[in-house]
């Protein structure tokens, strides 16, 4: 079984940055396709960043041009670094990870998704 931890989350002001980290821990062998999904107030959980089992990335259009996910396979986390943000950027940020080489983004990437962290806040402020 695998577990996914978030950590990196906070209060920032927009046009700021922040980092998440993603670490995982028990089941990592095989293909693993890695999101980040985020879920604000009253609104679906929305993909916004993936990377698969052999590096290839996609995008959300919310988030395309400020959002970089990356992974480093001698290390353990996934990262998703945020700049430029704004306060519609302000949600609960999810790693999540498929048992598939790739999974596109799309409204349904959340189906397809195997294992789920418990979530990161970041929240930006005006």
């Known amino acids: 079984q695998l577990q996914l931890v978030e950590s990196g989350g906070g209060s920032v002001q927009a046009g700021g940055s922040l980092n998440l980290s993603c670490a995982a821990s028990?089941?990592?062998?095989?293909?693993?396709?890695m999101y980040w999904f985020r879920q604000a107030p009253g609104k679906e959980r929305e993909g916004i960043a993936t990377i698969g089992y052999y590096g290839n990335k996609a995008y959300a259009d919310s988030v395309k041009g400020r959002f970089t996910i990356s992974k480093d396979n001698a290390k353990n986390p996934r990262y998703l670094q945020m700049n430029s943000l704004k306060p519609a950027d302000t949600a609960l940020y999810y790693c999540?990870?498929?048992?598939?080489?790739?999974?596109?983004?799309?409204?349904?990437?959340?189906?397809?998704?195997?294992?789920w962290g418990r979530g990161t806040q970041v929240t930006v402020s005006s």
């Open positions: 028990g089941y990592t062998y095989g293909s693993l396709c």
């Open positions: 999540a990870a498929a048992r598939r080489d790739w999974v596109p983004i799309s409204t349904t990437s959340a189906k397809l998704m195997n294992y």
